[in-house]
């Protein structure tokens, strides 16, 4: 069974910095490894995928990349702004099947 | 512009007592699935279906069932519902390809007393 992990749980960051969100996977025959935003009381917002043959994608100020021997993903986000706070959640598509981690909230203080 | 759409938005229920909470969705998305997301731990996977006629079990499918009759809708349902069933539910779908998001609705939150 794939695990994800997360990791740090919670992070606060002054604004203006750069930041760097940790997710692990255990199994690395994955289909795609999606970054998702969840303000609170709402639904998961897709940010971006990955998908298995990538290396890393871009949105903006934002920028995702994918180790599948490692077994690990990195969400950058640069020039943190106060309207980044949000909890960040991690998902892989394995076998019919998305797994995601127990994400980072993340605050960043004006 | 809907995407995902769930209902209620909020349910209180008795033990006991059962309930449908629906989900639809207009992207023509083969792939649609239910998660509870408690505190701590995470979103889990119910149920999910990779097309009209087909589910199957996620990793905690004990108390629901779900069937899949058209592309658009699939429905949860909750047979006799307990207390450790109070949680948020939310159901998503995605074309089911490596280059496909995944697109989550509003979420159910659901209170089981």
């Known amino acids: 069974k794939q695990e994800v992990t997360q990791i740090p749980a919670a992070l606060s960051v002054p604004e203006g910095e750069n930041l760097v969100l940790n997710c692990s996977f255990t199994?690395?025959?994955?289909?795609?490894l999606q970054w998702f935003r969840q303000d609170p009381g709402k639904g998961l917002t897709s940010l971006l995928l990955?998908?298995?043959?990538?290396r890393e994608q871009t949105s903006g100020r934002l920028n995702a990349s994918l180790d599948k021997s490692s077994g690990r993903s990195t969400l950058y986000i640069a020039a943190s702004q106060p309207g980044d706070s949000a909890t960040y959640l991690c998902?892989?598509?394995?076998?019919?099947?998305?797994?995601f981690g127990t994400g980072t909230s993340l605050t960043v203080i004006p | 512009n809907a995407g995902v759409t769930q209902t209620p938005k909020f349910q209180v229920l008795k033990t006991g007592q059962s309930m449908t909470l629906q989900c639809a969705q207009d992207?023509?998305?083969?792939?649609m699935s239910w998660y509870r997301q408690d505190p701590g731990m995470g979103l889990r996977l119910i149920h999910y279906?990779?097309?009209?006629?087909?589910?199957d079990q996620g990793e905690v499918p004990n108390g629901y069932n779900v069937s899949r009759s058209t592309t658009e809708d699939f429905p949860l349902r909750l047979l006799s519902a307990a207390p450790s069933q109070t949680s948020v539910y939310f159901c998503?779908?995605?074309?089911?390809?490596?280059?496909?998001?995944?697109?989550f609705g509003n979420g159910t939150r659901l209170t089981v007393t």
């Open positions: 998503a779908s995605s074309a089911g390809l490596e280059n496909s998001p995944l697109h």
């Open positions: 199994d690395s025959a994955i289909y795609n």
């Open positions: 990955i998908q298995s043959s990538q």
């Open positions: 998902a892989d598509f394995t076998g019919n099947q998305f797994y």
């Open positions: 992207m023509n998305h083969e792939y």
């Open positions: 279906s990779v097309g009209a006629g087909i589910t």
